[in-house]
T-cell receptor
Framework: AQSVTQPDIHITVSEGASLELRCNYS??????LFWYVQSPGQGLQLLLK??????LVQGIKGFEAEFKRSQSSFNLRKPSVHWSDAAEYFC?????????????????FGKGTHLIIQP | DAGVIQSPRHEVTEMGQEVTLRCKPI?????LFWYRQTMMRGLELLIY????????DSGMPEDRFSAKMPNASFSTLKIQPSEPRDSAVYFC?????????????FGPGTRLTVT
């Protein structure tokens, strides 16, 4: 069974500093990997995704992530954080459905990392 | 596009009552997913549909939970009878199963409180 580990429950970063959020997955084949962000009381917004190809992927809001197969990691980075980046960040893994249509099965999520931005 | 629409946004009910949550996926999406988010267990997949057909319901916690998708633009998640431990935020998400398009788009969620 696939699993996702986000080892940091909380991270505090000063505004303008760089950010790296860690994500490790357990999966037999090449997974489909995602980062989502959730603001308080809101749904999940997709930041970026990795399916194949270039292991460094760019997303919205200035975020990027790097897929490292040897480390089973998909860490999220941002060179300079803004106060508006304060939120909950979720890493997720999916796979192509065995059952139907070629689409993806449901996602398996990590427990999330709560990002706090200090002024 | 309006995105995934869920209703109601908040639901407060008493134990033993029936609860029905509703979801309208993004037009053209052929996959629909129901997730539940709690502090203890995080985000969990409950069930998902492809072309209105349930594909995997192994995440549905027990027989009190049921989900239907009568057409491509509407799905319901029903809890009968509800219990306090069902209190959670329930998310609906949809995606398009075409090659290379696996990302799921989430609705705003329904916050359910069972007293």
């Amino acid at each position: 069974a696939q699993s996702v580990t986000q080892p940091d429950i909380h991270i505090t970063v000063s505004e303008g500093a760089s950010l790296e959020l860690r994500c490790n997955y357990s999966y037999g084949a090449t997974p489909y990997l995602f980062w989502y962000v959730q603001s308080p009381g809101q749904g999940l917004q997709l930041l970026l995704k990795y399916f194949s190809g270039d292991t460094l992927v760019q997303g919205i809001k200035g975020f990027e992530a790097e897929f490292k197969r040897s480390q089973s990691s998909f860490n999220l980075r941002k060179p300079s954080v803004h106060w508006s980046d304060a939120a909950e960040y979720f890493c997720a893994v999916g796979e192509v459905s065995m059952y139907s249509g070629g689409g993806a099965d449901g996602l398996t999520f990590g427990k999330g990392t709560h990002l706090i931005i200090q002024p | 596009d309006a995105g995934v629409i869920q209703s109601p946004r908040h639901e407060v009910t008493e134990m033993g009552q029936e609860v029905t949550l509703r979801c309208k996926p993004i037009s053209g999406h052929d996959y629909l997913f129901w997730y539940r988010q709690t502090m203890m267990r995080g985000l969990e997949l409950l069930i998902y549909f492809n072309n209105n057909v349930p594909i995997d319901d192994s995440g549905m916690p027990e027989d009190r939970f049921s989900a239907k998708m009568p057409n491509a633009s509407f799905s319901t998640l029903k809890i009968q009878p509800s219990e306090p431990r069902d209190s959670a935020v329930y998310f609906c998400a949809s995606s398009f199963g075409g090659e290379g398009k696996y990302e799921q788009y989430f609705g705003p969620g329904t916050r359910l409180t069972v007293t």
